[in-house]
């Protein structure tokens, strides 16, 4: 993924799915890379990642729905 570039993560599967659905439905190619514990869900995190071309358009949508954009490894 060397053209793909962080712009969300999350604890929450779901919230992670729903961050990658808007910015498929605005153009923007999505990927969720799921680094949760098979075993134990809540341990580890969900990635959304983006082009780096489209990186700022991704963060400003993700900014209009209210969220933090990545949380902190």
């Known amino acids: ?3 793909w ?3 969300f993560s999350s604890t929450q599967l779901a919230t992670a799915s729903m961050v ?9 190619a999505a990927k969720l890379l799921n680094k949760q514990d098979s075993s134990f869900v809540f341990l580890g995190k969900v990635e959304v ?9 991704a963060l ?3 900014n209009d729905l209210n969220l933090t954009s ?3 490894d």
């Open 20 to 28: 990658m659905g808007m910015l498929n439905e605005n153009g923007i």
């Open 60 to 62: 400003q949508i993700i």
């Open 49 to 57: 990642y983006v082009q780096v071309t489209q990186y700022d358009f």
């Open 5 to 7: 570039k962080k712009v």
């Open 70 to 72: 990545i949380e902190p």
């Open 1 to 3: 993924m060397q053209d």
